[in-house]
């Protein structure tokens, strides 16, 4: 029981603490990576052997050895040969800890929540009132202060609080909101609303057209399967009213053709998004089985230029590979499957909202990026329920 509740402390602490970005140590280390070093060492001391046991009878097993051996194998194989004998300066060998923490936090958590030795809501209530304390602080004594260097809680009117740019903001004010819905059990939806509502702020006022767009699909997906289950559409139904919303959007669109370039435009800013996207899938043609290893691979006017996709997959496919890249996927999709399945349709929206997010920046080297996989492939592919696993969402449906 101390050990549980010693874990839970830990991890809250570390993921309440991990939007503090700008704060590390030579921009590697900071109160957040500390604790999950600790965390890290603790569960290859205690679960050493079964972290590092391998079956690939089964989709799950064949989805961990594909992981290993690309993060300690392959990749750092590849990163050494285009680093130090090809000079390829857009590699950065420096991230191939930071993945291979990644994959230990992935399954380390998988058996922590297996066996109970954490306490999902404590986490969870542990790191929201961390977060939420820690940009009041930032609004209360840094609104009209800059931060040593002369930078500020804001860019370009836009809140980044002590990360360190606001799209960093967003993405942990999402996992917040995410965290609460899925695993805050004692709390009915409407207390859980009121908790979230200072963390959809904080990310309303990063600016984060990403934030916005992932809140809204997340909430569309879920008002889609509520409508399904109360009143029983059917297959054909939903796909009908599925092609009438493309159909009206399409029509729509074409209409009003110059208000949807503006709206494109200001989303896109200048067309930047799209030739990164370009240029970042050529970058992944050139190792589609293996990746390039950690680093930044695409550019404005060309592949190798040192720039990020901004999608956490296809950055993740450009360093690991399109094996890698499917293997994580298919963690999402059926975990998502699992959770509609069984009428967690809150749960089943929360994952969306993370795809989503995930679809506009590079996250996956964020620790919190892993910590996600392991618990979406704990509910994937553990069937006993446990007091970890929601057995229901608190809505009727």
Known sequence: MKTEILLSIVLGIAIGTASLTNLRIYDVIGLSEFLLLLI???????????????????????????????????SPF????????????????????????GWIIMFGIYNLLVKNK????????????????????????????????????????????????????AFYSSVM???????????????????????????????????VISLIISSLFFGLLYLIK???????????????????????????LEIFKLILY?????????????NGIKSILYYPFTGLGPGSYSGISSPFEGMEIHNSFLDFASQYGIVSLLSIITVFFLSLKKEIEKNNYLNASMIIFFLTMNLFHNFSRHFVFWLFIGIFYFRAFYEKETANYLKKDNINV
Do not use: W
């Open 78 to 101: 590849i990163t050494f040969l285009n680093f130090f004998a090809l000079h390829m300066q857009k590699s950065e060998p420096k991230y191939l800890i930071s993945f291979m923490m």
């Open 118 to 169: 954490v306490n999902m809501e404590k986490i969870v209530m542990i790191s929201s009132i961390i977060f939420i304390l820690l940009n009041f602080i930032a609004f209360i004594f840094f609104y009209d202060i800059s931060l040593y260097g002369g930078e500020s809680i804001y860019v370009e009117q836009r809140l980044k609080g002590f990360s360190k740019n606001p799209n960093q903001m």
């Open 266 to 278: 200001k989303i896109d800013k200048d067309g930047l998004r799209v030739a990164l996207l370009v």
């Open 40 to 74: 890290v060492i603790y569960l290859i001391l205690n679960y050493g052997k079964t972290l590092f046991s391998f079956k690939i009878n089964s989709i799950k097993g064949l989805i961990k050895v594909i992981l290993f051996l690309n993060i300690f194998f392959i």
């Open 230 to 256: 109360k009143f029983k559409f059917g297959l054909l139904l939903v796909i009908s009213l599925t092609f009438l919303i493309f159909s009206f959007s399409f029509y729509i669109i074409c209409c009003q």
């Open 177 to 211: 909101i995410i965290f609460i819905f899925m695993f805050v059990n004692s709390l009915t939806i409407v207390h859980k609303i009121f908790l979230i509502l200072p963390i959809i702020y904080i990310g309303f006022l990063s600016g984060s057209d990403a934030f």
